[in-house]
């Protein structure tokens, strides 16, 4: 048996939207997402992975209803493996759902499973399309005929960005709006101070003011977690990017030095009537790189 692990933390997304008591709200957001019009929150079976994870293995949102198993996450980074991450996900839950309703994988009778619907929920600072597909076979090489496929629809919840699914899901358009004052805050206040600022003053006709005012202490948590991570994604990719431009100006440098090698050879070549070993060997070029020239000087003709 693999190992439990209890110490992951909710995401603001999860509390809002993948808790027992907020059934309501969850159904808001599959009506947004699903243009669909159920109103009995209770026919919501709630299934997130994260009382007990094995192997690190949690996702943000999931709940079974009108006979669909639907995994929710929301992301701050994009990350195109969720396809694959989604579908570890889609593993452990059916495992859970086929022990829950005894059912046996062994026997010889098809077991009903509930429709996977994979969703992304994107409200990271890097320019995304406002509804884009995440495909596992993205990953595959060119080609590939391969036996399974996983879509994984992308929407993008930054505040002002889908305007027409934000304003069918007030909780949503909520979380939102919140997501982008603590970023604006936190421009010129420390992140904490414009966590604390951000919950002080939600609008009294927010749906999420009393729960988020009530869990004020949990929620400042959870958000001043969610934006360091956020930080350390984006100082990694800076890094990353960095670190690109220095190899590549090394590379091109190193480019520019063996052009000008070559360019050495031919003039050298044309001058004293020399072959090209002869020349390659004057310039002091190693004999297991007289390839490498010889193909440069070819392209130069």
């Given amino acids: ?36 019009h159920y109103t009995d929150a209770s026919a919501i079976e709630i299934t997130t992975i994260k009382e007990v994870i094995y192997l690190g293995m949690h996702n943000d949102v999931s709940f079974i209803i009108a006979n669909e198993l639907n995994l929710y996450e929301q992301q701050s980074s994009y990350n195109p493996n969720m396809p694959l991450r989604q579908l570890q996900y889609l593993g452990n ?33 890097g320019k995304v399309a406002e509804e884009s597909v995440l495909r596992l076979s993205d990953a595959f090489p060119p080609g590939a ?46 992140i904490k101070t414009a966590v604390d600022s951000v919950i002080d003053d939600l609008p009294d006709s927010f749906v999420l003011k009393l729960f988020l005012v009530v869990h004020k202490l949990e929620v400042g948590t959870m958000l001043l977690t969610e934006y360091d991570e956020v930080k350390h994604y984006e100082r990694v990719y800076r890094d990353a990017h960095r670190e690109g431009e220095e190899e590549g100006m090394a590379k091109g440098k190193a480019e520019g030095k063996a052009e000008g090698k070559a360019e050495g050879i031919v003039n050298m070549m044309q001058a004293l009537k020399l072959s090209f070993e002869q020349a390659a060997s004057v310039m002091k070029i190693p004999d297991e790189e007289f390839p490498l020239y010889k193909k440069m000087i070819d392209g130069m003709s």
């Fill in 145 to 190: 005929d391969a036996d399974v496929e996983v879509r994984v629809r992308m929407l993008d919840i930054n505040y002002g960005k889908n305007q027409a699914l934000l304003e069918k899901c007030k909780p949503l358009m909520e979380y939102a709006w919140i997501v982008r004052e603590i970023r604006e805050r936190a421009k010129i206040a420390d």
């Fill in 1 to 36: 048996m693999a190992q439990a692990v209890r110490e992951y933390k909710d995401r603001l997304f999860t509390f809002i939207f993948g808790s027992e008591e907020n059934r309501e709200w969850t159904l808001s957001l599959y009506n947004a997402v699903n243009d669909s």
């Fill in 93 to 125: 839950l059916y495992e859970a759902y086929v022990e829950k309703n005894d059912f046996d994988k062994y026997g010889r009778k098809l077991i009903p499973l509930p429709v996977p619907k994979f969703m992304v929920f994107y409200n990271g600072l």
